[in-house]
């Protein structure tokens, strides 16, 4: 059964929400649960299909799990098992992170090779290099990733190509424990790095640099369980206010982090929208067409590739001519055909996006292809003529808590129907 959402667009999206926990600190905060032997709380963990499914991975190595109101304790006491079953990875790329953790605490691990959203190759080769500069050894067992280290990790220099978050974070979270000390060089910047490190620092790691892209690690020989709350989530931030925009509203997000959104929120104000910085989070208003602007997405500070998609379905009907640049993801413009379809004018060539502004969407059936795409099409959605039936909105699901009920809490007509097959042939 596959679930669909009906947006009847042309409704102006006004009030105040709350910005849930950021999906992709939660996720890497759960599995370096996994170093402390006792019971570790997080807080403020969205209920989405991903955290879910890192749940069930962190049950299959031996954690207990348990959650309520919004928080997790994860009991990680007793012995540990080896292996994450390619069910479950296969349905979330994050559970490749319990990679470095397994082997700090256990030596060993056996992680099927990962799957998640579609959106291009996104290969592990940085995190294996980067393991194995602190002695881990790797080999490939039927369709399986099998980790081992004959004795306990030692610190290393490691340089990595490109500053990839899940690199970063997955050495991080071995060379904790490691003998020695550790430096990741060109380490990526993101916030949730800085959560995960807090969160690291808080049960008895050394860590210094996170936010620079040089980072210093001492090994230490254990870890004590703490509690941790989580830091709000920057791209559904991102997301509702370009909401507000797409249907010329007026929206306030509590707990939202300006600061994590320094890029974005120029990029609105460049684009006709009004920002006002509050003590409870940051409020957007847009009350004419926007107008065209040009961006190029790059790693954190750089403007968020995972906010591409849901930006071009606000350009999409701006004044002019925008051209937005990917630089992270090679594959993330595969969901342009269905913005057309919806009466966009798009174009695309290897990495650029050439966006010619129309003066409004029409509503079409379409289909989300991914996490971010399904966000920009719900979008899109909000602000055409008519009612959209959007596909495969559980790839939404793993990454928006209850998208569907926000959106009706400010305004908009959406509702949410079972499928049990497509909604349409492609």
Do not use: W
């Not at 974070?169 to 990741?184: D, Y």
């Amino acid at each position: 059964m596959v679930d669909r959402l009906l947006i009847t667009g042309g409704r102006r999206l006004a009030g105040q929400i709350a910005v849930g926990g950021a999906k992709n600190s939660a996720l890497k905060v759960m599995a370096a649960s996994l170093l402390a032997e006792g019971q570790t709380g997080i807080r403020n963990v969205p209920n989405i299909a991903d955290t879910r499914t890192m749940a069930e991975v962190l049950g299959r190595l031996g954690a207990g799990v348990e959650r309520r109101d919004g928080s997790l304790t994860i009991d990680a006491s007793g012995p540990l098992g080896l292996e994450t079953p390619y069910e479950l990875v296969r349905r979330m790329r994050a559970s490749i992170l319990v990679l470095g953790p397994m082997l700090a605490r256990t030596g060993r691990a056996r992680v099927a090779m990962p799957g998640g959203c579609n959106i291009g190759r996104r290969k592990i080769d940085l995190h294996i290099r980067g393991l194995e500069r602190m002695g881990a050894q790797f080999s490939y067992d039927h369709g399986y990733l099998v980790a081992e280290a004959a004795s306990r990790l030692q610190g290393a220099v490691v340089s990595l190509d490109f500053p990839s978050v899940g690199a970063t974070e997955n050495i991080m979270m071995a060379a904790v424990s490691a003998v020695g000390t550790t430096v990741i060089e060109n380490a990526a910047r993101e916030p949730e790095l800085q959560d995960l490190a807090d969160f690291l620092v808080a049960m008895g790691a050394r860590i210094e640099g996170v936010g620079t892209p040089t980072i210093e690690i001492v090994g230490v020989d254990s870890f004590t369980p703490t509690v941790h709350p989580v830091i709000p989530d920057r791209i559904e931030a991102g997301t509702f206010a370009l909401a507000a925009c797409v249907t010329r509203g007026d929206v306030s997000l509590r707990g939202a982090r300006a600061d994590h959104l320094d890029l974005v929120l120029a990029k609105l104000e460049e684009a006709g929208a009004s920002i006002s910085v509050e003590e409870a989070g940051v409020r957007v208003a847009m009350d004419r067409r926007p107008s065209a602007v040009d961006l190029v997405t790059l790693p954190y500070p750089g403007f968020p590739t995972d906010l591409q998609p849901p930006i071009m379905a606000l350009l999409a009907t701006a004044e002019g001519t925008s051209i937005i640049t990917e630089n992270v993801f090679e594959s993330r413009f595969m969901f342009v055909d269905e913005l057309n379809r919806m009466g966009a004018d798009i174009r695309t060539e290897g990495h650029h996006a050439v966006v010619r502004g129309v003066d409004r969407l029409s509503s079409a059936p379409v289909r989300a292809l991914d996490l971010r795409a399904g966000a920009a099409l719900i979008l899109a959605a909000l602000g055409a003529d008519g009612v959209t039936e959007i596909a495969d909105i559980g790839h939404v699901d793993r990454g928006y808590e209850d998208i569907d009920s926000k959106l009706s809490a400010l305004g908009a007509e959406v509702s949410r129907q079972p499928s049990f097959q497509p909604a349409f042939s492609p």
